[in-house]
Every structure is written in C-alpha cells, then in structure tokens.
C-alpha cells in the first residue's frame, strides 16, 4: 500500500523537522512555501537549547553553531542590575537562522520530500469537519493529513471549520511585537555579561535587549503593544547614550515582526489536520525557545504519524500528538504566558519597585517562580506589598495561576473525548 500523502503549508521549522522524519520513513511530503528558497529565514541569529535538537535527531552541524550568551536584567529606572548565570555553554548555541533553515530544508529534501517554493496557501480544503488538503494559488491538492506550519497568522488554520473545535485566529493579546537589527559594533568592549535585559525600556510595556558581539551589535525590542517608528528611533536613542555606537550604522534585519506570547492553542489536531510552531502558538518568549520547541513538536508529530500505521488520520489518532506536547512543554509554556500576562498589566514603576525591593531578584528571574524564597524573604516581600495592594494581588493571582501549572499540563487528557476535553478546557482557560 502507497505511504500517506502529507502536505506541509509554510517551511516552519517544527513542519521541516516532520517533513524529514516522515520523508525517510517512506511518506509522501510535499512543502508548499509562499517564497523563495534563498529568501528563508529571519536575518539574524538566535539561541538554540541543543538538547531539543537532539531530541529529533537534527542537531545543526558543528560549523553553524556559535556560544551564547548570559544576560544581565535592567529595570526601567536603571538603578538594578541582576545577572543570570544560567547560561549552559554546553547546551545552548546561537545559530543563523538562514544557515538554520537552509539545514532543516536541504535534509528534507535529501529524505525525499518535494518542495513547491513561491506557491503561497490559502485555505484548508475541507470535507465537512475533516482537512482533505489545501487550496493554493496556484491550485487544489488532497492529503491524508495537513501540517500547518504556516507561522501564527496561519491561513489554514484561519480558514477551518468550525466544528474543527481550533482557534482560528489568535487572541490579539497572544502576541509580542518586535523588531530586531544589527548595527556596527565600532568598539564597544565585550565585557560580560554581552546581554542586558531592559524591562520596559522607555517605559515602554516589554522588554528590550542590547546584546555586543564581534563586530557588531545585536538590537532586539519586544512590545506588549503594537511597536511604532517612534519607540524605535526613542529606544535606539536610549541605547545611545548608554553605550555609543551608531543608530545610523545599521547592518542587517530592521524588520518588524510578532511572536506568540506563549501558551499553546488548547486544540490543535482534527481530522487531516495538526497545527505546529507559531502556527499553535509553541513559543516561551522568555526563553526564547520557540525553534526547539518546534523541533520537538515535529519529532513528536512524526511519531503519532508513523504509530497509527495505514489507519485514518483522525482527531484520536493525532491526539496522541497533542498529549505528548502539553505532558512535556505544558508546565513551562504555561509559567511563561503567566508571568508575560502579569508583566503585561503593570507600569514601568511597579517593575522599579520590584527590582528594587528585592521582589525579582537573579533565583527568581532564573527559576521564573518564588520557590526558592525562604519564609523570612516571603515575609518581607509581604510587608513590601502591603503597601502596594494592587501589586500583591496580581502577585497573589499569578501566583495562583503557577502553582496550577503543572496540574493543567499533566491532566491533559490521555485520549480524545468531548467531555473529558471540555473540562480540561475550563481549566486550561483559567490559568
Ligand atoms: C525578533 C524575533 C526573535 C526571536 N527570537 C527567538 C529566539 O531567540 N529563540 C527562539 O527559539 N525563537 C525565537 N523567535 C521565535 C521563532 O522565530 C519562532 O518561534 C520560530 O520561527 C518558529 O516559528 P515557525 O517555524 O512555526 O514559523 P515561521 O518561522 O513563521 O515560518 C513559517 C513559514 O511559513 C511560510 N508561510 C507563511 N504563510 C504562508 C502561506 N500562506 N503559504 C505558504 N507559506 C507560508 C513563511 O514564509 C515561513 O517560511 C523569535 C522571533 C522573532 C520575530
């Protein structure tokens, strides 16, 4: 009997990563990409956390991988500086993410799977509730399952129906927006750590990054809002005067762009069809760990594929994909979206006070929870509170929403059934 036929809508990493696995094993893949092969990828480099690479089996060559680095967290009145130390230099590498991409694409070709590059999707083709394949521009293709790997403005997933039981599009309140150059470094000294953090530069709501590397300087502004010309032109400013290089030295990216703010979409399989990466919302911003989690989710993906053998590829059959990303990321994914969600209602002065009453301090921005208070620290972070009641409570209630983490993300039911998922959701809806 022929292998299923699978379609991957946009060459998103974690549909790469499923293209590959499935390709070597037999499957039939097609790759339809709305642009060119040598316009792929983000115009600079990013961290990767090795081990997630591992986990699919595609750890970048040797020569692509570069070290990162630890970063230092600045409040936005400049008057606290924390270090992370966390930084593994064994397992965390920073990569081109064109080198990146060329590497997932060339081994997915190198497996067998077929590549339809400036061939830009549509729309699902949908046969009642069931994803049939997909509708391009330049015409209609059937499959036995669609990978949506489109990235978060998705038109599949936008266009499926909805007894489909998927978030069509996003919550607005899902997103970071960001910009990122480079510009030329002309000597600025590399000390360590090359990273600071500014939480709400400018008073801005997010965080922004300046990191100096060999050569040049890496410019990273994340906004809980939709970023402007003017935030820029006053950050890059900002960073001017703090470390004096040149904002008119620019040498790569300049773009604008948006990240999930976490928390993956709470279905993401129906019949024919399995979102993955930006697509579900498979990103911890905090950790910058959205390529790795999409690798894993492509493994994982692959996986669920291969094990339902000639069957259908039905909701229960591609539930088991579901499972074994909430079971393993959901804790995480979960903290991370808690605490942006928290950072997201609160003023640059509430973020002062917290730096500076010791509330955010280096274990706690390490951790990203207060476990590692001792009674007479929560003591006094109490009596700081008080006197800022709005403060304890979004502290409380974010507490709150942490310490059900782990609960939500274990309790993902084990297999596919309308009740037990429906209370899954009430639950996954409150944190
Ligand atoms: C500024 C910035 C910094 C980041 N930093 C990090 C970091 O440090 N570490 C990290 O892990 N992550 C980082 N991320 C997030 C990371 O880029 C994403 O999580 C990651 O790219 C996974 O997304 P994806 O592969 O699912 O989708 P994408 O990378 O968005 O890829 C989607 C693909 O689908 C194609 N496509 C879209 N629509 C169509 C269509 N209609 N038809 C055909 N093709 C289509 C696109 O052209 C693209 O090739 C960063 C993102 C940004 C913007």
């Given at each position: 009997?022929?292998?299923?036929?699978?379609?991957?809508?946009?060459?998103?990493?974690?549909?790469?990563?499923?293209?590959?696995?499935?390709?070597?094993?037999?499957?039939?893949?097609?790759?339809?990409?709305?642009?060119?092969?040598?316009?792929?990828?983000?115009?600079?480099?990013?961290?990767?956390?090795?081990?997630?690479?591992?986990?699919?089996?595609?750890?970048?060559?040797?020569?692509?991988?570069?070290?990162?680095?630890?970063?230092?967290?600045?409040?936005?009145?400049?008057?606290?500086?924390?270090?992370?130390?966390?930084?593994?230099?064994?397992?965390?590498?920073?990569?081109?993410?064109?080198?990146?991409?060329?590497?997932?694409?060339?081994?997915?070709?190198?497996?067998?799977?077929?590549?339809?590059?400036?061939?830009?999707?549509?729309?699902?083709?949908?046969?009642?509730n069931k994803?049939?394949?997909?509708?391009?521009?330049?015409?209609?293709?059937?499959?036995?399952?669609?990978?949506?790997?489109?990235?978060?403005?998705?038109?599949?997933?936008?266009?499926?129906?909805?007894g489909a039981g998927i978030?069509?599009?996003?919550?607005?309140?899902?997103?970071?927006?960001?910009?990122?150059?480079?510009?030329?470094?002309?000597?600025?000294?590399?000390?360590?750590?090359?990273?600071?953090?500014?939480?709400?530069?400018?008073?801005?709501?997010?965080?922004?990054?300046?990191?100096?590397?060999?050569?040049?300087?890496?410019?990273?502004?994340?906004?809980?809002?939709?970023?402007?010309?003017?935030?820029?032109?006053?950050?890059?400013?900002?960073?001017?005067?703090?470390?004096?290089?040149?904002?008119?030295?620019?040498?790569?990216?300049?773009?604008?762009?948006?990240?999930?703010?976490?928390?993956?979409i709470p279905k993401f399989v129906c019949d024919g069809y399995a979102a993955?990466?930006?697509?579900?919302?498979?990103?911890?911003?905090?950790?910058?760990?959205?390529?790795?989690?999409?690798?894993?989710?492509?493994?994982m993906l692959?996986?669920t594929v291969?094990s339902a053998?000639?069957y259908e590829l039905t909701t229960e059959r591609l539930w088991r994909f579901e499972k074994d990303y909430f079971r393993?990321?959901?804790?995480?994914?979960?903290?991370?979206?808690?605490?942006?969600?928290?950072?997201?209602?609160?003023?640059?002065?509430?973020?002062?006070?917290?730096?500076?009453?010791?509330?955010?301090?280096?274990?706690?921005?390490?951790?990203?929870?207060?476990?590692?208070?001792?009674?007479?620290?929560?003591?006094?972070?109490?009596?700081?509170?008080?006197?800022?009641?709005?403060?304890?409570?979004?502290?409380?209630?974010?507490?709150?929403?942490?310490?059900?983490?782990?609960?939500?993300?274990?309790s993902f039911p084990e297999r596919y059934k309308e009740d037990e998922f429906e209370k899954w959701l009430?639950?996954y809806?409150?944190?």
């Amino acid at each position: 009997m022929p292998r299923k036929k699978i379609i991957v809508a946009g060459s998103g990493h974690g549909g790469l990563c499923a293209a590959i696995l499935l390709a070597r094993e037999g499957y039939n893949v097609t790759v339809f990409e709305e642009r060119e092969k040598s316009e792929l990828g983000y115009d600079w480099e990013d961290c990767i956390y090795l081990p997630e690479f591992d986990f699919a089996g595609l750890r970048p060559p040797e020569k692509m991988l570069k070290p990162f680095f630890n970063s230092s967290y600045l409040n936005p009145a400049k008057t606290v500086k924390l270090t992370d130390d966390a930084v593994s230099p064994v397992r965390l590498r920073s990569v081109d993410r064109k080198d990146l991409i060329a590497f997932l694409t060339d081994e997915a070709e190198k497996a067998g799977a077929e590549f339809r590059f400036s061939e830009k999707v549509l729309s699902a083709k949908c046969s009642g509730n069931k994803v049939a394949g997909i509708v391009t521009e330049k015409g209609e293709y059937e499959s036995d399952l669609v990978i949506d790997a489109a990235g978060m403005f998705s038109p599949v997933r936008a266009s499926l129906p909805a007894g489909a039981g998927i978030l069509r599009d996003l919550p607005e309140n899902n997103v970071i927006y960001t910009y990122r150059a480079y510009y030329r470094n002309t000597g600025i000294l590399m000390n360590s750590p090359r990273q600071t953090t500014y939480f709400f530069h400018c008073k801005r709501p997010g965080m922004d990054w300046f990191i100096t590397l060999d050569g040049y300087i890496d410019i990273l502004l994340g906004g809980f809002y939709p970023l402007t010309q003017g935030d820029v032109d006053e950050a890059l400013q900002d960073f001017e005067n703090d470390f004096s290089f040149s904002k008119n030295d620019r040498i790569r990216g300049g773009s604008f762009n948006a990240i999930p703010l976490g928390k993956a979409i709470p279905k993401f399989v129906c019949d024919g069809y399995a979102a993955i990466g930006d697509s579900a919302s498979m990103v911890e911003p905090m950790s910058g760990s959205g390529l790795g989690k999409c690798m894993c989710a492509g493994k994982m993906l692959a996986d669920t594929v291969i094990s339902a053998g000639d069957y259908e590829l039905t909701t229960e059959r591609l539930w088991r994909f579901e499972k074994d990303y909430f079971r393993s990321f959901g804790r995480s994914s979960f903290s991370d979206y808690t605490i942006m969600s928290m950072l997201k209602e609160l003023k640059a002065e509430d973020i002062d006070y917290f730096f500076e009453k010791g509330i955010l301090n280096q274990s706690v921005l390490k951790s990203k929870n207060f476990k590692g208070f001792s009674a007479w620290q929560i003591i006094n972070v109490g009596i700081s509170l008080a006197k800022k009641p709005h403060l304890l409570s979004a502290l409380a209630f974010a507490g709150l929403k942490l310490s059900l983490t782990e609960k939500v993300a274990l309790s993902f039911p084990e297999r596919y059934k309308e009740d037990e998922f429906e209370k899954w959701l009430k639950i996954y809806n409150r944190i």
